[in-house]
């Protein structure tokens, strides 16, 4: 059975850093052939692809309302996924996800579809 776990989230202030984990269990990412990615949705607003990295190549994107704060990294021996969260912002305050993921130009990133295996996210939140 697939379960994906997302976790690391808190609250912070403003500036301050955090690093959030991806912890599939039933799969490993290595396996799935797939790039993997983070996606994060505010309250009010729909789920957006943030970040985005190549399993085999370790190729990397991100959105520019992320680019040069946050770092993604992956962990084939952990079988973990992580996102380094820097200098956060009270925008970044949004709840976290990890699925794998697709970019097109821009570049935006969307989740392969069909996906059903969501995990819960994790929360963060930053405040002035």
């Known amino acids: 059975q697939v379960q994906v776990v997302e976790s690391g989230g808190d609250s912070v202030q403003a500036g301050q850093s955090l690093n959030l984990t991806c912890a599939p269990s039933?799969?490993?990412?290595?396996?799935?052939?797939?790039?993997w990615g983070w996606y994060r949705q505010a309250p009010g607003n729909e789920r957006e692809g943030i970040s985005c990295?190549?399993?085999?190549?370790?190729?990397?994107w991100y959105t520019d309302s992320i680019k040069d704060r946050f770092t993604l990294a992956k962990d084939d021996v952990r079988n973990a996924l992580y996102l380094q969260m820097n200098n956060l912002k009270l925008e970044d305050t949004a709840r976290y996800y990890c699925?794998?993921?697709?970019?097109?130009?821009?570049?935006?990133?969307?989740?392969?579809?069909?996906?059903?295996?969501w995990g819960q996210g994790t929360q963060v939140t930053v405040s002035s």
């Open positions: 990295i190549t399993w085999s190549g370790g190729r990397t």
């Open positions: 039933g799969l490993t990412f290595k396996e799935t052939g797939m790039a």
């Open positions: 699925a794998p993921c697709t970019v097109v130009s821009g570049p935006t990133i969307l989740p392969v579809r069909p996906w059903k295996y």
